[in-house]
Nanobody, 128 residues
């Protein structure tokens, strides 16, 4: 079965950077759109970033635009989220997700309901 395993979370101070990784297995990775979502304490799940299967299209949530960068390495079946200028409000569990139905289309979704597979999440805590 498909597995998505996130790593790279941790405790940092405001203004610091972190890079999250999500390694996929048993997934047609090069044909899948990949996304990052997060859920803070007492909050609903929030879209963070997504990248199309071609790697040419990227999308960001308003709260992270200009600070976070999503990228992918199809040779390693891995998607990354570079997070710079972290703020305390970025504190959340970050989840990686895969949409394997997007191949051949230009559709990249920001709604989690379109994603087929999810990782277990990695905690990011930003102290002030």
């Amino acid at each position: 079965q498909v597995q998505l395993v996130e790593s790279g979370g941790g405790l940092v101070q405001a203004g610091d950077s972190l890079r999250l990784s999500c390694a996929a297995s048993r997934l047609p990775f090069a044909r899948s759109n990949m996304g990052w979502f997060r859920q803070g304490p007492g909050q609903e799940r929030e879209f963070v970033a997504a990248i199309g299967w071609t790697g040419r299209s990227t999308y960001y949530g308003d709260s992270v635009e200009g600070r976070f960068t999503i990228s992918r390495d199809n040779a390693k079946n891995t998607v990354y989220l570079q997070m710079n200028s972290l703020k305390p409000e970025d504190t959340a569990v970050y989840y990686c997700a895969a949409d394997e139905t997007a191949w051949g289309t230009n559709d990249v979704y920001t709604d989690g309901k379109h994603y087929d597979y999810w990782g277990q999440g990695t905690q990011v805590t930003v102290s002030s």
